[in-house]
């Protein structure tokens, strides 16, 4: 029996996977909800899905504690206490794991074994679109940024996981004149790869209230012989209603939180990863910070 961890429940991932972790037979959530109080406790995994900011800080905590560590991206703020957390997790021989969990879609690994039909891939667009949902993660000092901070890692985590190539230059550009926040709405990014790829990853929050559905986390690879479309929330019905003049979809297709959670219990019991690592998070978080100062300067960032 794996035992979890939540002391905060302000990014909205951390109700989903309170749900999944009660529903699997060998997890366990406990009642405790104070932080300091889960880190003396007997908790296996502590889950970090608090404000931004606070993510190192706490990700140091849990290491030192001994504890292991499931965060939602990102992991830090910058990318020298990034790379303290994944190194300090090592050190304290905890596990570290992202909130990657587009890697557990059945849709996902299917691609990913096309991947080498299509001959030399050349190039990949790719979307993670949302909608604005304000209070923290408008605010710069809580959240880091927006559209970037929040909608790049985890369609990224799927093309490099996917080529097994990592970044080597980055072009951003971002506006946040949808909402007028201080943190971008609107973002898209132009990425080089080790292997000769290039691709585009569109990251806004584009999607309105009224719109049908709240995002989108879409990927198409085009190779020299070949290309491969992925929807990873493709399995949806369309629903129109006249009582209330409403256009929606209801999604029925695989579960991927379950899936991902799965795949952190079994990682635990067995000390090896099933899921991403701490260090595909940190080169995650590296591709974004060198997005935001392309975005600052208004040129391309090489990525070492």
Known sequence: MVKFGISSYANAHAGLYAEVI??????????????????????????????????????????????????????????????????????????????????????????????????????????????????????KKLAGGGAMMDHVAHVLDLIRDAMGSEVTRVYASVSDK?????????????????????????????????????????????????????DILGQHFDVYSDVDMSAGEEYWGDDMNTEFMKAVVASVRDGKYYTASGDDCFELCKVIFAAYKSAETGAPVEIR
């Open 178 to 230: 949808r909402f007028g926040g201080d943190t971008e709405d609107t973002g898209v990014l132009s990425l080089d790869f080790e292997n000769g790829a290039f691709a585009t990853i569109d990251c806004s929050l584009s999607i309105t209230d009224s719109y049908k559905t709240w995002g989108t986390v879409k990927a198409s690879f085009v190779g020299t012989e070949g290309l491969v479309d992925m």
């Open 22 to 139: 009660k529903a699997l037979r060998n997890a366990e959530l406990a009642a405790e909800t104070d932080f300091d109080a889960l880190l003396e406790s007997d908790v296996d995994v502590m889950v970090i899905c608090s404000e931004n900011v606070y993510h190192a800080e706490q990700i140091l905590k849990c290491a030192e504690a001994g504890k292991h560590v499931l965060v939602d991206m990102p992991i830090a703020l910058n990318e020298e206490d990034a790379r303290k957390c994944v190194d300090a997790c090592k050190k304290a021989g905890v596990m570290f794991f992202g909130g990657l969990c587009c890697r557990h879609h059945p849709a996902y690994p299917a691609v990913k074994a096309a991947i080498p039909s299509l001959g030399k891939i050349v190039g990949i667009n790719a979307e993670n679109q949302g909608r604005f949902v304000g209070g923290w993660y408008a605010d």
